[in-house]
T-cell receptor, first 108, second 114 residues
Framework: SQQGEEDPQALSIQEGENATMNCSYK?????LQWYRQNSGRGLVHLIL?????REKHSGRLRVTLDTSKKSSSLLITASRAADTASYFC????????FGKGITLSVRP | SQTIHQWPATLVQPVGSPLSLECTVE??????LYWYRQAAGRGLQLLFY??????ISSEVPQNLSASRPQDRQFILSSKKLLLSDSGFYLC?????????????FGSGTRLTVV
């Protein structure tokens, strides 16, 4: 069954702006992961945040996790046209369960 | 370095025909292996996972099956394909102590059942 649910479903921004994507989940987790998928391609792991962590950075990516609200956010700063892709959150319990994804379009 | 190979990249098969998709992993031992399916505009659905040779867990009852004949080989099969089997199939691997590395996915197989 689906665990993570991303919000919004689609996001369109101008290059240089920040993109914020949210994810909510239902049950306790070991960690939460964000993945990126370019059209017709496999998924690429972006970042993993453990259940005892609140914030994590990787380059232009910033992930937060609020286990009390069962939610996470992915922030991409100074977006580029090449960031255009679908983004998925996935919760890790026994195995990885994905949300439906967010389609991000960055206009040059 | 660890790599994952998945083939074929695209496949068009008639209804009722058999299916065999193969996935192999290099550069790691005893990985956890996974088959996911992604329908158009949908998220990923876990189909099967394996923690070792011959050990297969099925998440969704359907006409698909999986086998792991070798440590780094994972095969997805069907005896008779249905139209509803169309989708994008992704193989992935992880290690027990995943650290911060997450799962590594193959490039996927686009299956169209006609």
């Amino acid at each position: 069954s689906q665990q993570g649910e991303e919000d919004p479903q689609a996001l369109s921004i101008q290059e240089g702006e920040n993109a914020t994507m949210n994810c909510s989940y239902k049950t306790s987790i070991n960690n939460l992961q964000w993945y990126r998928q370019n059209s017709g391609r496999g998924l690429v792991h972006l970042i993993l945040i453990r259940s005892n962590e609140r914030e994590k950075h990787s380059g232009r990516l910033r992930v937060t996790l609020d286990t009390s609200k069962k939610s996470s956010s992915l922030l991409i700063t100074a977006s580029r046209a090449a960031d255009t892709a679908s983004y998925f959150c996935a919760t890790d319990q026994r195995e990885l369960t994905f949300g439906k994804g967010i389609t991000l379009s960055v206009r040059p | 370095s660890q790599t994952i190979h998945q083939w074929p990249a695209t496949l068009v098969q008639p209804v009722g025909s058999p299916l065999s998709l193969e996935c192999t992993v290099e550069g790691t031992s005893n990985p956890n292996l996974y088959w996911y399916r992604q329908a158009a505009g949908r998220g990923l659905q876990l189909l099967f996972y394996s923690v070792g040779i011959g050990q297969i867990s099925s998440e969704v009852p359907q006409n698909l099956s999986a086998s792991r004949p070798q440590d780094r080989q994972f095969i997805l099969s069907s005896k008779k394909l249905l139209l509803s089997d169309s989708g994008f199939y992704l193989c992935a691997w992880s290690v027990l102590d995943r650290g911060g590395n997450g799962y590594t996915f193959g490039s996927g197989t686009r299956l169209t059942v006609v």
